[in-house]
């Protein structure tokens, strides 16, 4: 039999293409999500190093300042601004060119099997980082870091989107933004507890404890005993593996109907987007990314606009202003004794603030929260600007700056935050998942790239000297996200990746909250009631599967 006896069932019940959720699923996801863990980590670490006496002595060869120092003297103790962007951005450039390459190398090897290559890049990295003392090695070491970092934040984005029950697949993704600000509160919390050490172990322990945090992704807890994405089977033609990874994620038996109907779905529907699209070899599968006409909501080319503008305009909120360059800047800030002690706050308003996405990503879907969420940054963001210029630095105007930076912080991390990646993750069909989730993780690490390389020179005082004032730019920037939510986003909630492409094909954004699927690609495809899978639909599956 065609497909090495897999057989497959259609559904005319367009709720039942899925097994009920199982406590299994979560608990697989929550391993995936780890990965959130040493993104946040590595990218939230360095911005207090900057900061502490240690290493801005050891790497600049400046002397500490003597206890009755001139505010300028105090001042002129710092990295030079170009390092600080260099020290940076260089991660961002290294995860830059690991998420696009990554989404090539989930195609070939898998998306668990990516993952777990990114972790050994990634440690790898934090070696050499351990071992620096200088600029050069501790660039070098962040640069390979940032390679290995690439491909986890892309692929764990394009798995768990793969894997995760439709119910709540929105939920599960936030939770690895709920990750990512976890380690990003960790590398706070540490940097915090040897801020004042006086030899190397102050930055030498923060970024070796990034290991702590590979380890756990690996082997030893989580994604070694998690299945494959039962997709990428699908899209490697082997079909018989997509059942039995299916089946595990579902905890149901390989014949069991549900596990039938789930695939039928998923091999139709990527039978019917190869037909629309056309098949072609490497460098057309990557053209693919670009096709059809930007009015279209389904076009190729339309989704790739969805998920690099979503990523690219989550960068643009300004965000990792704060978490890279916060303690920094809220030494300048005025009045305040302990900056390390603030930037530790506004990790910990974006940790708790998270979870409130669990709930309402699935309860008002994607768009209302990438909407509100755009108009509440944009808001907090001019209040900060604007008490800066008409009050200056007084005490008083720099609490409330500080209390608008927290409420900044708690719209992003409730919305924008994990409704990016949410976004990314269910809006590419199969043929061009990977590339299509790769070029948007890779252009959230391009703008990442290079906030990082100028907000130095724009707010330090002996360049652009913005200070405060630089919230200015960030709001004129946020007006732009509304947009993205109106014109562009979807609901997405409740469905099944096959389902939000057809919602594509049918609706549009405004309409897509009251958009309910009537049909299943199976059927579409002439997949009928009696069981086994068209063998003209197997063998086009399985002779597809050697072009990755
Ligand atoms: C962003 C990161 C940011 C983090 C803050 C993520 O979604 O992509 O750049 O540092 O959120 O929580």
Redesign the pocket.
Known sequence: MPGGGVVLAATTDVNRIEAPVIRKAYLMCAFAAFGGIFF?YD??YINGVMGMRYFVHEFTDLPYPAADATEAEKAAFVIPAWRQSLIVSILSAGTFIGSIVAGDVADFLGRRTTIIAGRGIFSAGVIVQVAATAYDLLVAGRLIAGLGVGFVSAIIILYMSEIAPKRVRGAIVSGY?FC??VG?MLASCVVYGTQNYTDSGSYRIPIAIQWVWALLLGKSVGLACLPESPRYFVKRGELQKATKALARLRGQPDDSEYIQQELAEIVANHEYELRATGEGGYLQTWLNCFKGSIFDPKSNLRRTILGTSA?MM??WTG??FI?YFGTTFFQKLGSINNPFLISLVTTLV?VFS?PLSFWTVERFGRRPLLIWGALGMVVCQFIIAIARTVDGASPATVKAEISFICVYIFF??STW??G??VVVGETFPLSIRSRGVALSVAS?WLW?CVIAIITPYMVNPDQGNLGAKVFFVWGALCIGLPLVGLLLANRGTGLSLEQVDALLEESTPRKSAKWVPTKTFAREMGIDGSGVLKGEIVEDVERRGSVF
């Open positions: 946040g990218s939230g933004q990512i600000t990003i990523q989550q960068q965000i990792n978490f974006n998270t992003f991390a935050g994990p990016a990646w959230n990442n």
